[in-house]
């Protein structure tokens, strides 16, 4: 076989369709986030990032920064080895302690990403549970998607936020097998979210274990910030939480909360944890001020409904299509690969804008858009240039626009 020839024949079907990605190089600039520099052949330029998922602006926040830098000095760079072996620090401990805590559950354990604990703990818990039935939302993300055929489990997709269906295919298993449903709070590309508790009505009712990704909700959704579950009051009648440091906490890492023994469970088999260096003792001791902050502190969380809302307001005056729904995130409608990716080229080329386009894979053709997440250090004047940079490129592109409802 031809390698060399196979691998540039498929980058250039990617390139031919006008979604191949380029990586942004950027430096995030603490203290003036969402201001960054562009570094492009050697120079460089400003810019505004409007599409972090640092979502409150937790990265720089005085007290994460504080945390990292005290305990670098005091513990070093790296955790010096697995969790088995070494590298269980005593911030990694405090860390889950915290998480917990957050949640309102017995225990919590860390990994390395968000996408490294669903993949973990849902091939875990599907692959050991006997005869496990894996029942996943339509839409689920990648991770638990490959955490599930990791597991080789049986598994049955139900129709995206539906209760009804999910019950139906309940209803057809053996009331006996263990069963386990996985699914979302908020869904990352539309911005949907979960009708969480007919969710876990339907699992109580068939005796299944119920998995919810919490990730672009933690720290956000609720009075703590422990996400939508929290707001809703539902966390005590979910299995298991699984979340992430790497978004609004603003650091990294993944988790899950649930009991005592089903967190020492997956602790004890999941290669996934066993066999990976632990967090740095520092990013575990930003996280956990990240989290301590946003459990007191609701000015974040206001403010980034007030800049959401003041996006999302000027866009349906301007009558820019982009997808309703009741989070954070704006997915702005374009609908074709190369416009998108020419009008995110454009933003950023004229105007210092940086909004990544989201092609597939990542979305189903067809549905190709700009994920716009307004934050709360996101001022009048970025809002102001940014619709009005999207304004002059979508009559530049002759996109449609809808018109305002009487």
């Not at 430096?27 to 400003?46: L, M």
């Not at 459990?295 to 403010?303: C, F, G, I």
Request: hydrophobic share 40%.
């Amino acid at each position: 076989m031809d390698y060399a020839t196979y691998f540039g024949d498929q980058l250039a079907a990617v390139r031919q369709e006008g979604r191949y990605r380029v990586f942004a190089e950027i430096e995030r600039q603490a203290g003036a986030f969402p201001k960054a520099t562009r570094h492009v052949d050697g120079q460089i330029s400003d810019i505004t990032v409007w599409c972090s998922n640092d979502y409150l602006g937790m990265g720089q926040h005085p007290k994460v920064l504080d945390a990292m830098h005290r305990v670098l000095d005091e513990c070093g760079a790296g955790a010096g080895g697995t969790r088995n072996i070494s590298g269980t620090n005593h911030h990694h401990v405090l860390l889950e302690a915290e998480l917990a805590d957050l949640h309102a559950k017995e225990d919590a354990l860390l990994f390395t990403s968000g996408y490294v604990s669903n993949w973990a703990a849902l091939g875990t818990l599907a692959g050991m549970l006997p005869n496990c039935m894996v029942l996943s939302d339509a839409l689920n993300h990648a991770s638990m998607i490959e955490g599930i055929r990791h597991s080789r489990a049986d598994r049955m997709i139900f129709e995206h936020n539906s209760p009804e269906d999910l019950d139906r295919k309940l209803s057809d298993l053996d009331p006996d097998r263990a069963k386990l449903v996985a699914f979302e709070s908020v869904y990352s590309m539309d911005g949907d979210i979960a009708p969480i508790a007919e969710i876990v009505e339907v699992c109580e009712k068939h005796n299944a274990l119920s998995y919810i990704d919490e990730v672009h909700a933690v720290g956000l959704y609720g009075p703590r910030g422990g996400g939508v579950a929290e707001r809703e009051g539902l966390m005590d009648r979910i299995t298991v939480i699984e979340g992430t440091l790497g978004k609004a906490y603003g650091v990294m890492g993944g988790y899950i909360a649930a009991s005592r023994d089903l967190c020492d469970f997956v602790r004890t088999f999941a290669s996934g944890f066993i066999f990976t260096t632990a967090l740095p003792p520092a990013v575990a001791a930003g996280a956990c001020a990240s989290i301590r902050h946003l459990k007191d502190s609701d000015a974040e969380r206001e403010r980034q409904q007030d800049r959401v809302a003041r996006v999302r307001g000027a866009l349906d005056r301007m009558g820019i299509p982009h997808l309703p729904n009741p989070s954070h995130i704006i997915p702005v409608m374009v609908g074709d690969a190369r416009k998108c990716k020419l009008i995110s080229d454009w933003l950023m080329e004229h105007h210092g804008i940086y909004v990544q386009p989201i092609n597939y894979p990542t979305v189903p053709r067809g549905t190709e858009r700009l994920r716009i997440t307004p934050s709360p250090v996101h001022s009048d004047a970025d809002i102001d240039r940014l619709l009005t940079a999207l304004s002059e490129i979508w009559s530049h592109c002759e996109l449609a626009r809808r018109e305002m409802a009487a």
